[in-house]
């Protein structure tokens, strides 16, 4: 069976993530504004959640119809074959949005779409009550100008979380956009890469992931595992796929540092739990004492306070950052941050500049090659 997918992911990311989809297989990959859609079957379901680096989940696209009353949203959803999907006993709770449309209530809304869903699966497994005892089946849905799509979820947990990150420290990096910062940067087998304000490992992890084309979703399960129109198989075949890609021969080199010696044990810890714990190393060392080897791709977050006092701070870090890059040139260097005036801080203008969201923030991505 074909279906058709959408994986939301954060602007400015979407055609490092339309990558992944078509390393697996998936057809027509289409990127928009905050997603990419793809198409394929339950195998690509399977390897587009374990294999994904920079999306936020991936979502089964049932239905798509304009939809401006309540009777037009219960008959578009009651269309959908739900009793082919979910089993008569599955727990299906509903969670959606609405933007600039007349069905501008959500609780309504929830309410028809579960009422329409409840109504369709009665008939179609010709039973009176609906248990909701049984696996867990989450239904998503989004009206847009009038326009509804209706969805699974089949991720569950968001795809940033990877399972290595047990802890963080303050103001982590997303995954996702770590990933997508890492695939800018053109992170290769051989690279060598350093993140000299390296927190919880974030940066350095996804690098040496990248590098050793290992799966970010190998160590993770996802909701669609007990869903009972795709396959167990299908989810072995795709692990087994994940774990034959990974290049143990890659000479991959990632080193960080950071000025708490918490964070680089955190980081060490990350990094083993990730599976990457051999190629990532990590040291307590301040900013000022910085210096690359010339081979090194850095990329970075550097600290950025909101506080005033915190500012002057993030403004120092920068300066010295910049100092010691400028004392000790490297093949690439890419740092993300909040911080407007970064550039003037730093100390020279950015060969290209790309704006990115760390969850919610804006930030820029300041490229020097
Ligand atoms: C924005 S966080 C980095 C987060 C990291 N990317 C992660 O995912 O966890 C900035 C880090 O810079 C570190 N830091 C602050 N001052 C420093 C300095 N002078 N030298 C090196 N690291 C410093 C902080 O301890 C903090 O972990």
């Avoid at 997508?180 to 051989?190: F, H, Q």
């Avoid at 506080?307 to 010691?324: I, W």
Wanted: glycine residues 8%; charged residues 25%; proline residues 4%.
């Amino acid at each position: 069976m074909t279906y058709e997918f959408i994986a939301p992911c954060y602007f400015g990311t979407e055609r490092s993530a339309a990558f992944d989809f078509k390393h697996v297989g998936a057809t027509d990959v289409t990127v928009t504004d905050g997603r990419v859609a793809f198409r394929g079957d339950e195998q690509v379901l399977a390897l587009a959640n374990i294999f994904s680096r920079c999306t936020e989940r991936i979502l089964l696209l049932l239905k798509r119809a304009r939809v401006k009353t309540f009777d037009e949203l219960f008959d578009a959803v009651t269309s959908v074959p739900w009793e082919d999907l979910l089993p008569a006993n599955a727990e299906f709770p509903v969670k959606g949005s609405s933007l600039s449309s007349q069905l501008s209530s959500v609780p309504a809304c929830q309410s028809i779409v579960k009422k329409a869903i409840v109504e369709r699966l009665k008939r179609g497994h010709h039973v009176g009550v609906l248990p909701e005892d049984g696996e867990l089946y989450k239904v998503r849905f989004s009206i847009r100008k009038d326009e509804l799509e209706l969805f699974l979820d089949t991720s569950g947990d968001g795809l940033h979380k990877r399972g290595y990150r047990a802890h963080a420290t303050e103001a982590p990096i997303k995954e996702t956009l770590a990933a997508t910062m890492v695939d800018l940067a053109r992170v290769r087998g051989d690279s060598l890469m350093q993140d000299p304000f390296c927190g919880s490992g974030t940066l350095v992890i996804e690098a040496a992931q990248k590098a050793l084309r290992m799966a970010p979703g190998l160590r993770r399960h996802f909701i669609a595992e007990h869903y009972s129109f795709v396959p167990q198989q299908v989810w072995q075949q795709a692990r087994t796929r994940a774990l034959d890609e990974i290049d143990r021969t890659a000479s991959f080199e990632g080193i960080g540092f950071d000025l708490d010696p918490q964070a680089i044990e955190l980081a060490a810890r990350n990094a083993r739990l990730a599976g990457v714990g051999d190629r990532c190393r990590f040291f307590a060392a301040d900013v000022r004492k910085f210096a690359p080897d010339k081979r090194s791709i850095v990329i970075t977050k550097p600290p950025y306070g909101e506080r005033l006092g915190d500012l002057a701070g993030a403004a120092e870090l920068e300066k010295a950052l910049g100092e010691a890059l400028a004392a000790n040139p490297v093949q690439g260097l890419y740092i993300i941050t909040a911080d407007a005036e970064f550039e003037q801080n730093f100390g020279k203008k950015a060969g290209k500049r790309r704006k990115l969201y760390n969850g919610m923030i804006p930030c820029q991505l300041y490229m020097y090659f």
